[in-house]
């Protein structure tokens, strides 16, 4: 997916909780800009959303309302999966080892989000 076709997505549910262990569950309509709609669900485990919590903190971005960070983050998560292979999977499951111990990952997540990227 090149960074000039349109993504249009629409949030179809959300299952956000801020308890224990577990996963928050976001599911999304997206249209590539081809015309083409899909349905894709990102599963992000509590010990993720956690780590890049204090991850976006130690890098000095704002903090942002949980449940907005977990919508954005699973929508970076669908560009980057399209951007990587145009295809969309229909499950995205992110958990802790899937963020880099560096930051890098939670760095450009907190970029797209000050520049209203996504």
């Not at 308890?19 to 990102?42: L, P």
């Not at 449940?67 to 980057?80: G, S, Y």
């Not at 951007?83 to 930051?103: C, K, M, N, V």
Request: proline letters at 2%; zero cysteines.
């Amino acid at each position: 997916m090149s960074a000039n076709t349109p993504l249009r997505s629409v949030l179809m549910a959300a299952e956000i909780r801020d308890d224990g262990a577990g996963f928050r569950r976001v599911m999304y309509k997206i249209e590539d800009g081809k015309g083409v709609m899909s349905s894709s669900t990102v599963l992000i485990s509590q010990d993720a959303f956690r780590k890049l919590q204090s991850q976006l903190g130690r890098a000095r971005f704002r903090a942002i309302d949980r449940a907005l960070l977990v919508k954005k983050w699973a929508l970076f998560e669908i560009m980057l999966r399209l951007e990587d292979s145009d295809l969309l999977p229909a499950t995205i499951t992110i958990t802790a080892r899937d963020l880099d111990d560096l930051g890098a990952y939670a760095s450009d997540l907190g970029r797209r989000i000050v520049a209203n990227a996504i």
